[in-house]
């Protein structure tokens, strides 16, 4: 069975610019959380969408957005990029509403 | 934010020595859980202690438990060089969806 699959693996952007970023969550599992994990620091909830509605949020401006998808994958968004938003981002999906199959994440640079 | 603090930072030891990390957090806590990270990739989950157990055993991973101390240990028994990696313990609290993650410790397991 495929695990929790993300894409793109590396993206750099400039400041300013936006990042649409992916998730695909294992079959079956209907719930998807975003994390964003700065470099030696433990991972940050942003977001979590369980059945195509948002469940809960994170202390993140509004530049960060997401939505889940009919077939339960998810898409996180962020606008306006700052140099703060360089980050490893970690998609998890769980059958419930549990998250705790992580992805390999995606590694955003912002320059 | 951080939940709590991992302790130590980082912690260097020889192949088949044990290695003990401690984790403290700040509120009270459905589950405990404790994750792997291999040089910022993605989170590997180990082992969950729910707040109302006290250890648990799971191969060469041993976890215990206090909640009125708000702290967990994990221990690493007989280690080997592949144990080499970032570890975090993550909380769950009340009806919170998201998981809450410590800062995290390093180990290098050195051959």
């Known amino acids: 069975d495929a695990g929790v699959t993300q894409s793109p ?6 400041r300013g610019q936006h990042v649409t970023l992916r ?5 079956g599992h209907k719930s998807v959380s975003w994390y964003q994990q700065v470099l030696g ?4 909830f942003i977001f979590q969408y369980y059945e195509k509605e948002e ?5 993140f401006p509004d530049r960060f957005s997401a939505r889940q998808f009919p077939n339960y994958s998810s898409e996180l968004n962020v ?24 992805g390999p994440g995606t590694r955003l640079t912002v320059l | 934010s951080q939940q709590g603090e991992e302790d130590p930072q980082a912690l260097s030891i020889q192949e088949g020595e044990n290695a003990t990390m401690n984790c403290s957090y700040k509120t009270s806590i459905n589950n405990l859980q404790w994750y792997r990270q291999n040089s910022g990739r993605g989170l590997v989950h180990l082992i969950l202690i729910r ?18 101390k708000k702290s967990s240990s994990l221990l690493i028994t007989a280690s080997r ?23 995290g410790t390093q180990l290098t397991v050195l051959p």
């Open chain 2, 81 to 103: 060089a592949a144990d080499t990696a970032s570890y975090f313990c993550a909380t769950r609290s009340g009806s919170a969806r998201q998981l809450t993650f410590g800062s």
């Open chain 1, 23 to 27: 998730c695909s969550p294992i079959s």
């Open chain 2, 51 to 68: 707040s109302n157990e006290r250890e648990k055993h799971s191969g060469r991973l041993r976890v215990t438990l206090d909640t009125s």
């Open chain 1, 79 to 102: 606008n306006a990029l700052l140099l703060g938003d360089s980050a490893l981002y970690l998609c998890a999906s769980s059958p419930a509403e549990t998250g705790q199959f992580f």
């Open chain 1, 55 to 59: 469940r809960g949020r994170g202390n």
């Open chain 1, 41 to 44: 620091q433990g991972p940050q």
């Open chain 1, 9 to 14: 693996t590396h993206l750099i952007k400039t």
